[in-house]
């Protein structure tokens, strides 16, 4: 049975562009498998712990000499990592914050790294969408062109996963609501559009067969 992760992390509720463009990619996605099963895991809501010298050391120490709090850092990761290996298809939601990603996606990133086992690369095989929101523009020729560091680090923060991800980008989602970037209301409203149209293709062919 097809399986989905759906993992938020905007702190921004229901104002949030990550948070909608995860729900239609989640909505695509039912469409296409009504038999598929779907967990959600919301780290803008609920943050996952820093990882800590605690969750460290027990990824290095053997199982049976955890202390009690070793054994549920262990726990926790393997929680994590199990979510991940449980689906088919992972859906991240991506808000650019400071340039860089939220840092609870960086938390997430590393107990799951820590919580894998011996080979955090079995988690890999499977498809990694982000669906990324970024206030400004960052495309090549702009000011800041560069300046995301949340899009560029990702894969490489991944890389012992195995996970390799996806992007589809809105950029420029805060044009209407800062008046220093008011000019640009118009290329944030095609952007989005464009990322909606991308995420509405995603699944058509399996719907159109279902």
């Known amino acids: 049975m097809p399986h989905l992760l759906h993992i938020d992390s905007s702190i921004n509720g229901d104002q949030s562009v990550s948070r909608k463009l995860t729900a239609r990619a989640a909505d695509a996605w039912r469409a296409a498998h009504?038999?598929?099963?779907?967990?959600?895991r919301d780290l803008g809501a609920n943050p996952v712990p820093h990882i800590d010298p605690v969750a460290w050391s027990a990824r290095f120490a053997p199982a049976d000499e955890h202390t009690p709090e070793q054994r549920?850092?262990?726990?926790?990761?393997?929680?994590l990592a199990d979510?991940?290996?449980?689906?088919?298809?992972?859906?991240?939601?991506?808000?650019?914050?400071?340039?860089?990603?939220?840092?609870?996606?960086?938390?997430w990133l590393d107990r799951l790294v820590?919580?894998?086992g011996d080979d955090p690369a079995t988690l890999g095989g499977r498809e990694l969408l982000v669906l990324a929101s970024r206030g400004g523009g960052y495309g090549e020729g702009t000011p800041r062109y560069g300046w995301?560091?949340?899009?560029?680090?990702?894969?490489?923060?991944l890389s012992l996963t195995g996970l390799e991800p996806r992007f589809i980008t809105a950029e420029l989602t805060l044009a209407d609501v800062n008046p220093a970037l008011a000019q640009f209301r118009?290329?944030?409203a095609e952007s989005l559009a464009s990322a909606e149209r991308e995420i509405d293709a995603l699944w058509a062919p399996a719907t159109a067969r279902s």
């Open 34 to 40: 009504p038999e598929g099963t779907v967990t959600y």
């Open 72 to 79: 549920e850092a262990a726990r926790f990761g393997a929680e």
């Open 83 to 107: 979510e991940v290996r449980a689906a088919d298809v992972v859906l991240l939601g991506l808000p650019l914050y400071n340039y860089g990603v939220p840092s609870t996606v960086k938390a």
């Open 114 to 116: 820590a919580g894998a």
């Open 148 to 157: 995301d560091h949340a899009e560029a680090w990702l894969p490489h923060g």
């Open 186 to 188: 118009d290329k944030a």
